[in-house]
């Protein structure tokens, strides 16, 4: 029996040990990892979504704005994720020859530090005048569970017209669980 005992804890002892050693490799994420994540392509094909949506209403001579995407309960709240989704989703419009304004380096534009740009409804119109934009692209998440749930529009200014949406879903991997957390400022 004191056999037993002992080749069973040197048996749990070495799966232990090899555990770790995996978990060690398997969160030491290479170069190769980080190309075959599925975050960015995820989000270029909502944003190839919305193009295609939009394409006879959204002229490439005209500009645009993207809003930082905002928590669903909290309008007023965004996360590193809500601004890396619309980051991406802004560079897709660009490459595909959209003049796409930089709402970081307006000073007319309602700022909250570690939000971004967050555009609320009643501003859309007076935002997109200021800057002759023809459509404002906004967006919301919500998290569930394992998920995290994603809308995106785009709108027309003034009529407040939904020309394009998609909606779809992350997994509450690491990566995305770290996004949502709220970083500290200094």
Known sequence: M?????????????????ACANYSQKHE?????????????????????????????LFSNQPLIVATLVDINVLEKSSTLGRMISEQISAVFSHAGY????????????????EGELLLTREITE????HNAQAV????YGIAGDLVYINLKVVQPG????LAAHDYALPMDHNIRMMLTPRSVN
Do not use: H
């Open 2 to 18: 004191i056999a037993f005992v002992k080749l069973l804890t040197i048996f749990v002892l070495s799966m232990s040990i090899i």
């Open 29 to 57: 994420p290479t170069f190769e990892d980080a190309a075959q994540n599925p975050f960015i392509p995820t989000n270029r094909a909502a944003a190839a979504s919305l193009m295609a949506q939009a394409k006879t209403s």
């Open 99 to 114: 003049q796409m304004i930089e709402m970081k380096f307006r000073e007319t534009v309602y700022m909250k530090r570690n």
């Open 127 to 130: 935002i997109a005048k200021q």
């Open 137 to 140: 692209i906004v967006g919301t």
């Open 159 to 162: 009529t407040n017209y939904i």
